[in-house]
């Protein structure tokens, strides 16, 4: 750490009331990658520093600590300022010169923007492409700060959430080897989850450093109108704008990815929950206008998609988009009324509808689950049919090599948010018949054996909602893709890491406690992205190695549509998914293997009671 550690840089944890995580959060607030690349150096090497500076031990707070440690920040900016490795500059064709920063394992450009900003007149509008206007003065953009995270109330773990906000949040992150390759690499663009309500894409959750150094592609991640923002809609306006941003993106990446190296031709879409939802939107949206050739993405993987989840007819959407307006009290010129509302009142006026949307919405799923779903049925980004609607009806045109899977718990973070108290069995059959429609609580009941003496049933619910939702929703569009579909592969990620109850994921408390002994949706994540900037908790050898496998198996994918295409020895052959064997994956530990016809009677028996 250079200078910081001529001056024995040192601090007394053990006798300060700060925690590691405290101390890292602030360094990364307040110095975006110098913090970043700080906290790096500071936690690798963490049991070397067991010194103290004078009075450390006695801070109480964030606050007094900054103000003795300024001193200590002005040495580590000057010393790392010099360290900073800069990136050549890149000739982009529609932001003009473009510059990031190397860290220990790729090259980071951060925060390049793709569209104007959706602001004013523009809120609530199909998005605008960037445009460079100084592109002729030869400026060169600094790659180097993370962009705004759209406007939210993130309900995420911290290390998810965005730092700042602002409306002006259309950008997006590369990540490339620092090694460089003769040939150009596999794109792949990630698509962030969060109920299309929260999350953002220069985060450190999904810093992808360390998974481009091991596999060898670029990751892009993307910011998108979230809420409102992202998916009011009335006469006067397109809606589904949110999806709209995720489209210009990608046309962003087909018309600069090459000059940072990347193969336009060979783009994969990778995305989680509401990510995986929308990545099945551009698949409709592809089948449905019958796009021309060349697409915009050739591979796809879906991580824990809400199949079951449907989207909005027009007919709920007007309703609720309605009462969205009133609230925030816009009854006449809606729409300039809504551009003339602060990000505040809009989001307030949207946190009253969805209150409100559960109560009246007919469809519970949707309302709790995802309320600001893409609406069915507009001409500007067109849906026509509920996901498992478009995939059986369509199996054949969509034809394009599909990664698919869940995780092992999927239904319990959302049963325990949504119900913190006990669930007595009387509430049990509430909850099926209000979810799941009254004239299936008997069959739900019977089909999964219900303990009547159980104390509570929160886990029986839960597991009701994954097979429902996740698990057996995939399974059934599988069946009808693997008829056309000889690239078909599904998992099921069943490990309960060690970072879920020493550090509580993401680094942070705001992991959920009931998750801490479950597989819930999203803790495949981590291991996905394996993030030095995540967790201070390092993986065990076991856990790199799981992690190293998941990465080769998407990797893999997204090169050539086969995640065995590039194994090690010793590394579990993934089947494809077939209609005789149904086989998938079980990424797990001590080793990954493979199962047939997982939850084979439940998945058959709602197969036969539906999905919508």
Known sequence: MGNICDVALVFCFKKSKINLLQIKDFFTIAYGPFGMIFNNQLFSSINKFRFCVGGLHKVNSVKSMVEQLKFLILLFVSSTVNSIQQTEIINTTTNGYIQGFSNEYAEVFLGIPYAKAPTGALRFQVPQAYKNENKQNNTVFQAIEPGDGCIQECTLPTGACPKTMSEDCLSLNIYRPRRKSGQALTVMIFIHGGNFLSGASAVPAYDASHLVNLTNVIVVTINYRLGAFGFYWNNGLPGNVGLLDQQLAMKWVQYNINSFGGNPSNVVLFGQSAGATSISCHLQNLVVNKVPQPPLFHKVIMESFPIGIPLRSTESAASFNNAFAAFAGCLFDVTLCLQTKTPAEILKAQNLAQDSNVVLETNKLLAIGQPWEPTLNLPTFLLTNNHPEFFVQNSNPINIPILLGTTYDEGTLFIYDAQRQTIKYTDLLAYIGALWNVENVIPINLQYKINFALADYHDVLSQILADSVFTCAARYIAQSLSLHNSNLYLYVFNYLSNYNTEVLAYGNSSFKPQCYTKVCHGSELPLVFNSDFVLPYKLTEEEEGLSQLIGRYFTNFAKTGNPNSELSV?????????????????????????????????CDFWNKLGYD
């Not at 010793?570 to 293997?593: A, C, M, R, Y």
Request: proline fraction near 6%; hydrophobic fraction near 35%; glycine fraction near 6%.
């Open 570 to 602: 010793g590394d579990e052959k993934w089947p494809v998914f077939q209609n005789i064997t149904k086989q998938n994956i079980l990424l797990t530990l001590p080793k990954s293997i493979t199962a047939s016809n997982y939850r084979g009677a439940i």
